[in-house]
Structures are given as C-alpha cells and as structure tokens.
C-alpha cells in the first residue's frame, strides 16, 4: 500500500537581523521545523520558515512575530506568508542532497552514501531527519572543529552535549575521548534520535540522551560538575542560561558554545565572562560564531 504523506503548513517570516532569534523562538513554538536563511546580497536581513502539520491561526502568528520584533527593537520586513505545501518524501530528498561531509578527521555520512571513509578518519553514520544537525551547518561544523582542536590537549572524562538535536556532537565527543556522554534536550524526539543514532555508531553504550529543559533535570545534576559542555544552540538562551552553565562546569573545564551569529559573540561572551569564564577561542565559520570559553 502506498503511504499517504500529509500536507505541511509553511509560514515564512522576513525579519531583521536584530528580531532573528525572537523570531526563530516564535517559529519554534509553533513549527515542526524551523529554517533561518540570510539573505545574499542584504545580511541584514533573514529569511525563517516554519513548517507546521495543521493550519495556523495567522492573525496570532502575525501578531506574535510583530510582537517578537518590537522586543528586539525592529520590525517585519514583510507581512507573514502561508501556504500549504504538497506531500513530498522530505528525508529521501534530504538524503539524496546529502553528501558526505568531512570536517577534520570526522567523516560525516549517510546510508545512502557507498563512499568507505578515509583510513584515519573517524566515522559518523548520519541521516538526515526528524531532529537538527548533520554537520552540514556552519555552526556545527564548528563545534566538530573546536572539540577536534581541544582533543589534541587534553582528554575529557564528563561531557555534557545541552541541545542536543540529532546527537552529532554527543557522538562525536564519545568518539574522540571514549568516555559516556550525557546528551539533553527540550524534545522528546530529539533524545530519541540521538539514542538511536549513538547506537547506529557503536557508541550506544555510552551515549545517555534525556529530555530536560536547559540544565533543570535530575540526571544533570548527578553529573555535575561536568569538565565539558557543548551547546548549539541560539544566542538569546545562551544568555540566559550563562549562570546555569558556570555553575555545572567544573574549574579548568571547558565549555563550547554555538548556534549564534558573528554579531552576537560580544553579547554572549558578557554573559558568561560575568559568571567568571574567559575566552580561549572565538572561531567564525560562513558568519556563524563558535565560542571555546574556560571556567
């Protein structure tokens, strides 16, 4: 029998660069999957797209988005959009625009691809689906760079991957120190995804993925203090949570921190350097920013 895929509800919202984060926070509220898109020729402005299974109220979208932006100090650059987009087998075209990705010594690849990885590279099987991060975007190509970098100094022995989307950098962090990762997320999916994806690359065993939010979570402070943390994921609850983050960190540990944009690295490292972190690296990938701090 032949499977009947569901239409999807896409909403795009064209904002300023200063509303992309209270936007996105909107779009996420209310989307299955959420998009940011710069534009080419303007980087002041975005493009966020939401994909949503049933039809949204958008007279309350708008007004949401409208008030997100007042927050932010901007305005909409458009009126919203929405329209219902047909069925389409979203993962098998995912897959067939994804080749392997090789950062460092990772090699990143799908089931799709028959490419064997490079003799000394270190593998991950990768999909792409239901929750973020395939190596593909900037930001987590910097995280995949700067654990790479930090590896070469020192081994770690408690990680903690906070936002953990598809598990990528929770794989990653247990291939490279060999060591049991604690893998968070807001979503139920995601932790699930991420188990699942840490069994597909061997590292079941030591991969433990949780639905907490942020660091509020019983399992979170069994293993603190941790002597490193990763977070990909926006600038506006990096902020927020920079005394969380202190306080589960270890002395002499190491926290990388992602999912933000180049312009808003000053306002973030602030927020953290106020709770005693120094800066140790600031890398900048296609306009988006990894920060290594240490506590």
């Known amino acids: 029998m032949t499977e009947t895929r569901p239409f999807l509800w896409r909403i795009e919202a064209r904002v300023p660069a200063a509303a992309l984060d209270a936007v996105a926070e909107v ?17 002041g402005r975005w493009r966020v797209e939401g994909f949503a ?67 000394t590279s270190i593998p991950i099987h990768l999909d792409p689906g239901t929750a973020f991060g395939s ?12 654990l790479q970098l930090l590896a070469k100094r020192r081994r770690f022995l408690r990680p903690l991957d906070l936002g953990c989307g598809s598990g990528i950098l929770s794989i990653a962090m247990a291939k490279l120190f060999r060591v049991p990762v604690l893998a968070s997320d807001l979503d139920d999916e995601a932790a699930r995804v991420s188990a699942m994806n840490a069994h597909k690359n ?3 065993p030591l991969v433990a993925a949780i639905t907490a939010p942020g660091y509020r979570a ?5 293993k603190a203090p941790f002597d490193l943390i990763v977070a990909n994921i926006l600038a506006r609850p990096l902020i927020a949570m920079a005394g969380d983050l202190a306080h589960h960190l ?46």
């Open 27 to 43: 779009m996420e509220g209310i989307s299955a999957a959420v998009g940011m898109f710069e534009d080419p020729i303007d980087s």
């Open 53 to 119: 299974s049933a039809e949204p109220d958008r007279d309350a979208v708008a007004g949401r988005i409208a008030k997100a932006c007042r927050k932010a100090g901007a305005a909409p650059l458009a009126e919203p959009r929405f329209e219902l987009v047909a069925p389409r087998d979203w993962v098998a075209e995912n897959q067939a625009a994804f080749p392997p990705v090789k950062i460092g010594r990772f090699f990143i690849h799908g089931s799709h691809v028959d490419e064997t990885p490079p003799p």
């Open 135 to 146: 190596g593909e975007h900037a930001s987590t190509a910097g995280c995949l760079e700067l």
């Open 202 to 204: 061997d590292v079941g």
């Open 218 to 222: 019983p399992a979170i402070a069994k």
């Open 250 to 295: 270890q002395y002499g540990g190491m926290a990388v921190l992602s999912g933000l944009v180049e312009r808003d690295g000053r306002r973030v490292l602030a927020a953290h350097q106020a709770h005693g972190l120094k800066l140790r690296h600031w890398r900048v990938r296609d306009g988006w920013l990894t920060l290594g701090l240490e506590r």
